[in-house]
């Protein structure tokens, strides 16, 4: 009877958890509050303190919940101070706390709209820009924006000791001069057409005259070391920064006296970015209604999340750029140190380097694993945009019998097939992408081990051996210029992801001279970038585009589209969604939980 | 018992070293590191160089391990390089241990609640069908993975019944104990229950087990209530072996939180884990490790201890001999 007794009370106690847990939150209680009050009473002759006990009575309507906008990130940021910053994670609180120079509108072209210029001026064939800025501007620290504090951020990434990551972006600066409190004029030492472009990524935060501090290794979060705005950013944006708890969340509050009418959205009391790292999570949290805006939506569940009630939906093309890296420094696909200069070697790892780029089906990669959601390349860059190459849009990507004639022609012994070896970071989708390319090889007798890899120990094989093959990985293109693309992916020759090098002072010693053409690579760039007339610099960059890929120097395989999806309870978000795949609260008019 | 407990202390210290040698061992024999995450697809080797030398790991390892070593010795287990640089990582165990401890004991509360009056159900009504029941609900309790039921209850109360606590989210009880239980509740019983299943299994058979002894027949047959031989003499004798297994649930309970609060989007050390791993935080990594350790040799002196509570016919050492 006492077992029975027993086991009926856990029952019901547990039963009472999952209910009380399922109601609805209780309304406040009205409370009596007492309240002491100590009052003193000068008397002239003597001085007497009295204690008066009075009883106030507090009828406490209920306090107001804050309305806290919730926001589902998958990665945590890494550091919050814009000169700093490289990751994705970073980029979404930035984009919040501070304004930018110059922003970039929904169809990625220089506005001063939401952004703290007003105008801008570029003369002498892209050598000054003078830039006007916005007037009654503040920072979260209460003090003015001006033109002294758009200097400062240039020239602390100028400053060499700083080491700024992007600091090259911000183009060949002579000088950076105060016109007066509200305009700026800098001026390049050569032509420098990308500006207005490249500065929106550089100067994605202004922040105010010096508040970096010197960086150090204490204040760092990580990489490089931090500075006084790495964990405690100060911009003049829609929200102020509140709290950072490492690996759980990031607070934010609105900034009430921001610049733009209606902006931050009325409504919201506070705004919390929390990390999830898992996407099934992630969802659940946004369709069960404790995550407002998720980051990302993974391509398999786009449509089921698209036809959830009260959940709004957005496919933006992306930036993401599939690839695979190729060791041009090793065979099959590239030359050993001994074969420097062998032209029958050298032919035959291009060959087998294009025949790797035509027995690709590109088509069936991105049914099977995107659902379509992705846009082929046609060499470096975005296949629709007027500065790629239109010899390369003609171009043939997956035929399978052009295909096995550079099979054919790589040499008797590879006519047959050969072996060898992908290496693909054992996250996301890479090794998936992997699996498929050795099931298309697999025709020709080629054989590919897929090697699934962590994403350090992939970078420390690539970058300090010559022991790999090829490595399937992606690349976020953060701007918008196609010749930053070139100069990123293929430019630099001392630590060149696909070991595509030259001989010069540059190089180290672990690295030798591989596949020709760098060097004539790198002289045709270094003229492009400087190059004032567009036409010519258009032309310039067709020919790099199509120099690296008859090459086939890497494969720029596909883009994949931006999918975003947010709680129809935060009207306007989709307003502000560009293929950069931010998270900008600005354009958040109603908040309604 | 003095003695023994100073001798299993000094046990300890050899257990522990070795531990540490190896948990090192194990982390900076895995190809990668913390340089190649932090630079991402920017590895200029001039500053890959810089920073491998800023944070010691061009070191030999023996030296790189008596550094670290010595340290710990003195309770600082360095600094967090990926995670949250510059973060003693002792104050991140500090934030995070509060989250999983807090979990791993709601866990073992709910699991003590269902096995413990199940077990003795089961055993109390043996081959009746409380005793199936029992069986079965026991069964499919240990052979269903926290992961899949903790997804499952997020399912159906969070995204079926759209309730937005059963989703996940972790609320601190500074800032509500109520909303704080209430979010534990879900992750607590996915942890909790493949554990019950354990415990009233460990708990039917051992009651079983002394039920058949001589001295309860005895207790019968002398007339004593059966209530009463039931909680003095067969629950207490039969709680000797689940001692050990609650004992042992703690590396269990650690272990699962990885999942568990990956899930249920906790911030716990066992995401700590995982975030340390991918992005190659030695230290972080090697005190999670090492804490866990020294918890479970803690763990182990206490459940001996009890023993000798429990049934004082065991003792120890110079005691027993």
């Given at each position: 009877?006492?077992?029975?007794?027993?086991?009926?009370?856990?029952?019901?106690?547990?039963?009472?958890?999952?209910?009380?847990?399922?109601?609805?939150?209780?309304?406040?209680?009205?409370?009596?509050?007492?309240?002491?009050?100590?009052?003193?009473?000068k008397?002239?002759?003597?001085?007497?303190?009295?204690?008066?006990?009075?009883?106030?009575?507090?009828?406490?309507?209920?306090?107001?919940?804050?309305?806290?906008?919730?926001?589902?990130?998958?990665?945590?940021?890494?550091?919050?101070?814009?000169?700093?910053?490289?990751?994705?994670?970073?980029?979404?609180?930035?984009?919040?706390?501070?304004?930018?120079?110059?922003?970039?509108?929904?169809?990625?072209?220089?506005?001063?709209?939401?952004?703290?210029?007003?105008?801008?001026?570029?003369?002498?064939?892209?050598?000054?820009?003078?830039?006007?800025?916005?007037?009654?501007?503040?920072?979260?620290?209460?003090?003015?924006?001006?033109?002294?504090?758009?200097?400062?951020?240039?020239?602390?990434?100028?400053?060499?000791?700083?080491e700024?990551?992007?600091?090259?972006?911000?183009?060949?600066?002579?000088?950076?001069?105060?016109?007066?409190?509200?305009?700026?004029?800098?001026?390049?030492?050569?032509?420098?057409?990308?500006?207005?472009?490249?500065?929106?990524?550089?100067?994605?935060?202004?922040?105010?005259?010096?508040?970096?501090?010197?960086?150090?290794?204490?204040?760092?979060?990580?990489?490089?070391?931090g500075?006084?705005?790495?964990?405690?950013p100060?911009?003049?944006?829609?929200?102020?920064?509140?709290?950072?708890?490492?690996?759980?969340?990031?607070?934010?509050?609105?900034?009430?006296?921001?610049?733009?009418?209606?902006?931050?959205?009325?409504?919201?009391?506070?705004?919390?970015f929390?990390?999830?790292?898992?996407?099934?999570?992630m969802?659940?949290?946004?369709?069960?209604?404790?995550?407002?805006?998720?980051d990302?939506?993974?391509?398999?569940?786009?449509?089921?999340?698209?036809?959830?009630?009260?959940?709004?939906?957005?496919?933006?093309?992306g930036?993401?750029?599939?690839?695979?890296?190729?060791?041009?420094?090793?065979?099959?696909?590239?030359?050993?140190?001994?074969?420097?200069?062998?032209e029958?070697?050298?032919?035959?790892?291009?060959?087998?380097?294009?025949?790797?780029?035509?027995?690709?089906?590109?088509?069936?990669?991105?049914?099977?694993?995107?659902?379509?959601?992705?846009?082929?390349?046609?060499?470096?860059?975005?296949?629709?945009?007027?500065?790629?190459?239109?010899?390369?849009?003609?171009?043939?990507?997956?035929?399978?019998?052009?295909?096995?004639?550079?099979?054919?022609?790589?040499?008797?012994?590879?006519?047959?097939?050969?072996?060898?070896?992908?290496?693909?970071?054992?996250?996301?989708?890479?090794?998936?992408?992997?699996?498929?390319?050795?099931?298309?090889?697999?025709?020709?007798?080629?054989?590919?081990?897929?090697?699934?890899?962590?994403?350090?120990?992939?970078?420390?094989?690539?970058?300090?051996?010559?022991?790999?093959?090829?490595?399937m990985?992606?690349?976020?293109?953060?701007?918008?210029?196609?010749?930053?693309?070139?100069?990123?992916?293929?430019?630099?020759?001392?630590?060149?992801?696909?070991?595509?090098?030259?001989?010069?002072?540059?190089?180290?010693?672990?690295?030798?001279?591989?596949?020709?053409?760098?060097?004539?690579?790198?002289?045709?760039y270094?003229?492009?970038?400087?190059?004032?007339?567009?036409?010519?610099?258009?032309?310039?960059?067709?020919?790099?585009?199509?120099?690296?890929?008859?090459?086939?120097?890497?494969?720029?395989?596909?883009?994949?589209?931006?999918?975003?999806?947010?709680?129809?309870?935060?009207?306007?978000?989709?307003?502000?969604?560009?293929?950069?795949?931010?998270?900008?609260?600005k354009?958040v008019?109603?908040?309604?939980? | 018992?003095?003695?023994?407990?100073?001798?299993?202390?000094?046990?300890?210290?050899?257990?522990?070293?070795a531990?540490?040698?190896?948990?090192?061992?194990?982390?900076?024999?895995?190809?990668?590191?913390?340089?190649?995450?932090?630079?991402?697809?920017?590895?200029?080797?001039?500053?890959?160089?810089?920073?491998?030398?800023?944070?010691?790991?061009?070191?030999?390892?023996?030296?790189?391990?008596l550094?670290?070593?010595?340290?710990?010795?003195?309770?600082?287990?360095?600094?967090?390089?990926?995670?949250?640089?510059?973060?003693?990582?002792?104050?991140?165990?500090?934030?995070?241990?509060?989250?999983?401890?807090?979990?791993?004991?709601?866990?073992?509360?709910?699991?003590?609640?269902?096995?413990?009056?199940?077990?003795i159900?089961?055993?109390?009504?043996?081959?009746?069908?409380?005793?199936?029941?029992?069986?079965?609900?026991?069964?499919?309790?240990?052979?269903?993975?926290?992961?899949?039921?903790?997804?499952?209850?997020?399912?159906?109360?969070?995204?079926?019944?759209?309730?937005?606590w059963?989703?996940?989210?972790?609320?601190?009880?500074?800032?509500?104990?109520?909303?704080?239980?209430?979010?534990?509740?879900?992750?607590?019983?996915?942890?909790?229950?493949?554990?019950?299943?354990?415990?009233?299994?460990?708990?039917?058979?051992?009651?079983?087990?002394?039920?058949?002894?001589?001295?309860?027949?005895?207790?019968?047959a002398?007339?004593?209530?059966?209530?009463?031989?039931?909680?003095?003499?067969?629950?207490?004798?039969?709680?000797?072996?689940?001692?050990?297994?609650?004992?042992?649930?703690?590396?269990?309970?650690?272990?699962?939180?990885?999942?568990?609060?990956?899930?249920?989007?906790?911030?716990?050390?066992?995401?700590?884990?995982?975030?340390?791993?991918?992005?190659?935080?030695?230290?972080?990594?090697?005190?999670?490790?090492?804490?866990?350790?020294?918890?479970?040799?803690?763990?182990?002196?206490?459940?001996?201890?009890?023993?000798?509570?429990?049934?004082?016919?065991?003792?120890?050492?110079?005691?027993?001999?």
């Open positions: 009877m006492r077992n029975k007794l027993f086991a009926a009370v856990a029952l019901v106690s547990m039963l009472a958890l999952v209910l009380s847990a399922c109601a609805q939150p209780t309304p406040e209680v009205v409370e009596k509050e007492v309240t002491k009050v100590v009052e003193a009473t008397i002239v002759e003597k001085e007497v303190e009295v204690e008066v006990e009075k009883e106030v009575v507090v009828t406490a309507t209920p306090a107001p919940t804050p309305k806290e906008l919730r926001v589902g990130i998958s990665t945590e940021p890494w550091d919050l101070d814009p000169a700093i910053r490289t990751d994705t994670g970073s980029g979404y609180i930035i984009k919040n706390v501070y304004d930018p120079l110059i922003e970039l509108d929904q169809s990625n072209q220089p506005t001063c709209e939401f952004a703290l210029c007003t105008d801008w001026e570029l003369k002498d064939e892209a050598r000054t820009i003078i830039v006007y800025l916005r007037e009654g501007v503040t920072f979260h620290d209460g003090s003015d924006f001006t033109a002294h504090d758009v200097k400062y951020s240039i020239e602390w990434q100028l400053d060499e000791e700083n700024a990551p992007n600091k090259e972006l911000l183009g060949p600066i002579d000088s950076v001069e105060v016109v007066d409190d509200y305009t700026l004029q800098v001026n390049f030492s050569d032509p420098y057409t990308g500006v207005l472009q490249e500065w929106t990524r550089v100067l994605d935060g202004v922040v105010p005259e010096g508040a970096h501090g010197e960086r150090s290794e204490e204040k760092g979060v990580a990489g490089f070391a500075t006084d705005l790495s964990r405690n100060v911009g003049t944006g829609p929200f102020k920064f509140v709290e950072w708890v490492s690996g759980s969340h990031i607070t934010l509050e609105p900034n009430n006296d921001y610049w733009a009418e209606g902006v931050p959205a009325p409504g919201i009391d506070r705004v919390v929390e990390i999830i790292e898992d996407p099934a999570a969802q659940a949290a946004l369709i069960g209604g404790s995550i407002h805006i998720v990302k939506v993974p391509f398999r569940d786009f449509a089921t999340v698209s036809q959830m009630p009260g959940i709004e939906t957005a496919r933006i093309p930036i993401q750029t599939q690839l695979i890296y190729i060791n041009l420094g090793a065979p099959p696909f590239g030359i050993s140190e001994d074969q420097v200069g062998n029958a070697e050298i032919a035959r790892a291009k060959n087998l380097r294009k025949f790797l780029f035509h027995a690709i089906d590109r088509e069936e990669i991105a049914d099977e694993l995107f659902y379509g959601m992705a846009s082929n390349q046609y060499g470096p860059w975005y296949a629709d945009s007027e500065w790629t190459s239109p010899d390369l849009k003609e171009m043939t990507l997956h035929d399978s019998e052009l295909a096995q004639e550079y099979l054919e022609a790589a040499g008797p012994e590879y006519a047959d097939g050969f072996d060898f070896r992908m290496m693909c970071t054992n996250a996301q989708w890479f090794c998936d992408v992997s699996t498929i390319i050795q099931e298309q090889l697999r025709p020709y007798g080629v054989n590919v081990e897929v090697i699934p890899i962590d994403k350090s120990a992939f970078f420390d094989t690539m970058y300090e051996t010559f022991d790999w093959d090829t490595g990985e992606d690349w976020g293109l953060s701007n918008f210029l196609a010749i930053s693309w070139l100069y990123s992916g293929y430019y630099r020759n001392n630590h060149n992801h696909n070991h595509w090098h030259h001989d010069a002072p540059d190089l180290p010693d672990h690295y030798h001279p591989t596949v020709p053409g760098h060097a004539e690579f790198v002289e045709m270094d003229q492009a970038v400087i190059e004032p007339d567009e036409q010519t610099r258009k032309e310039m960059v067709y020919e790099m585009q199509e120099l690296v890929t008859e090459d086939v120097i890497q494969i720029d395989m596909m883009f994949l589209d931006n999918l975003h999806a947010w709680s129809d309870s935060v009207e306007g978000f989709g307003d502000g969604l560009n293929s950069q795949g931010n998270i900008n609260l354009y008019t109603a908040f309604s939980d | 018992m003095g003695i023994y407990i100073l001798k299993r202390l000094l046990l300890a210290v050899p257990t522990l070293v531990a540490s040698i190896i948990i090192f061992l194990l982390i900076h024999l895995a190809p990668g590191g913390p340089v190649r995450v932090m630079l991402g697809p920017m590895q200029d080797p001039a500053l890959v160089e810089k920073l491998r030398h800023q944070l010691g790991l061009d070191l030999p390892l023996h030296q790189q391990y550094r670290w070593a010595g340290k710990a010795l003195q309770g600082d287990l360095g600094i967090s390089v990926t995670i949250q640089r510059g973060a003693p990582v002792t104050e991140l165990l500090r934030q995070r241990y509060g989250v999983t401890l807090q979990l791993a004991a709601l866990s073992m509360v709910i699991a003590l609640l269902i096995a413990i009056p199940t077990g159900t089961s055993a109390l009504h043996q081959n009746k069908i409380a005793d199936h029941l029992s069986r079965l609900v026991a069964m499919v309790g240990v052979s269903v993975p926290n992961f899949f039921l903790g997804i499952m209850l997020i399912l159906v109360l969070g995204v079926f019944l759209k309730q937005p059963a989703t996940g989210g972790y609320v601190p009880p500074e800032e509500g104990l109520k909303e704080n239980l209430i979010r534990m509740l879900l992750p607590a019983i996915a942890l909790g229950t493949a554990y019950s299943a354990i415990v009233m299994r460990m708990l039917r058979s051992s009651m079983l087990d002394v039920m058949s002894q001589d001295y309860v027949r005895t207790a019968k002398m007339g004593i209530g059966w209530g009463s031989t039931v909680r003095r003499d067969i629950v207490k004798n039969a709680l000797i072996p689940v001692i050990t297994v609650i004992g042992n649930s703690v590396g269990y309970l650690l272990g699962g939180s990885i999942v568990t609060e990956t899930i249920f989007r906790m911030p716990g050390v066992g995401r700590l884990v995982i975030t340390g791993v991918f992005r190659r935080d030695y230290p972080v990594i090697q005190g999670i490790v090492l804490s866990i350790v020294i918890i479970r040799i803690g763990i182990n002196l206490v459940v001996d201890i009890l023993y000798s509570i429990v049934d004082p016919r065991i003792r120890y050492g110079a005691e027993g001999e």
